[in-house]
């Protein structure tokens, strides 16, 4: 198991995942349970599963996904048992052992689909946030994720990427303002729909708009902001847009958006931005091959 440049975010709280789970292994279950595993298992044969990565990567969602399992045989005394042989945060390689589960063979493979769903969606946001972190080695800059995440996942996402070694964006529209184009738009500039912000938000609300161009960073740190979100500028453009945020002296951060890939963010970073946002690392990550071995 490697450690090298693991990264150990807090784990989730049950309250977060629980309901996801019960409602993932409702819509497998149906009407009628598992046809399938009801007929072929007797009720009382127990048995050991393992947890299996079939393909090296970053873990993320493990306690998540053997919760599937907990809740789906939660008998004291008589319910599974869990094992965990890796963590959150950490790299597996191909064929190593996760975890393994005891207990009745029914709810086991009843449970196996979510689990497994669970484990190799949130194992390959983290897998795809390491891979871009690691080709930043060197600079300062962050990797932040977005709200393009799966409808109803954000929090377990949002934790796969902290698994990866990126951090996180706000969680949801109440966390903070960002200003857009279409909020641009509609208030008829970005000074003026800096000022309706200003107005409208808490003393405690940070404050980011989206520009397109130079002209409008400068309407922005003219009167003042917290963060620009310096959309789809190309390479000389950041660099002067860091230079003019920097020249102004008002601690305003620089994130970087719009196509960011591994190949291509060392050069954003060397830009002197801090901040890179990165949207495909949890609405286009391929999920990590993870499989469910019966002993």
């Known amino acids: 198991m490697s450690t090298s440049g693991d990264a150990f975010p807090p784990p989730l709280y049950p309250l977060l995942y629980e309901p996801v789970i019960r409602r993932a292994l409702a819509e497998d279950l149906g009407r009628a349970g598992d046809l ?8 009382d044969l127990r048995g050991e599963a393992r947890v299996v990565a079939r393909a090296e990567g970053r873990i993320a969602g493990l306690p998540v ?14 319910g599974v048992e869990l094992e ?17 589960v005891r207990g009745r063979l029914r709810p086991i493979l009843s449970a196996e689909r979510t ?12 897998t795809a946030t390491r891979g871009i972190v690691r080709a930043l080695e060197g600079h300062p ?7 393009k995440t799966t409808p109803g996942l954000r929090a377990l996402e949002k934790h796969a990427v902290r698994c990866g070694g990126g951090a996180n964006h706000r969680f949801g529209l109440d966390d903070a303002v960002l200003i857009k184009d279409n909020h641009r738009a509609v208030a008829g500039g970005v000074a003026e729909a800096i000022r309706r912000a200003r107005a409208g938000a808490g003393h405690l609300v940070k404050i980011e708009v989206e520009v397109d161009a130079l002209d409008e960073l400068d309407e922005a740190l003219a009167i003042g902001v ?14 002067e847009a860091v230079r003019r945020v ?30 890179l946002s990165v949207g495909w690392i949890t609405h286009s ?9 019966v002993t």
């Not at 996904?65 to 008589?78: E, K, Q, T, V």
């Not at 890796?86 to 064929?95: C, E, K, L």
């Not at 800059?141 to 709200?147: G, I, S």
């Open 36 to 43: 399938t595993t009801d007929a072929i298992v007797p009720d």
């Open 65 to 78: 996904a053997l919760a599937a399992f907990r809740l789906l045989d939660p008998l004291p005394g008589s």
């Open 84 to 100: 965990l042989l890796s963590a959150d945060g950490r790299d597996a390689g191909a064929g190593e052992t996760l975890a393994l």
């Open 115 to 126: 689990a497994l769903n669970l484990l190799g969606r949130l194992s390959g946001v983290a």
């Open 141 to 147: 800059a962050k990797v932040v994720c977005t709200r």
């Open 226 to 239: 917290d963060a620009v979100l310096l959309d789809n500028m190309i390479l000389d453009e950041l660099v």
């Open 246 to 275: 920097r020249e102004a002296g008002t601690g305003t951060l620089t994130e970087a958006s719009g196509g960011i890939t591994p190949e291509t963010a060392p050069a954003i970073a060397a830009t002197g931005v801090d901040l």
């Open 285 to 293: 990550a391929p999920s990590l091959d993870v499989a469910l071995d």
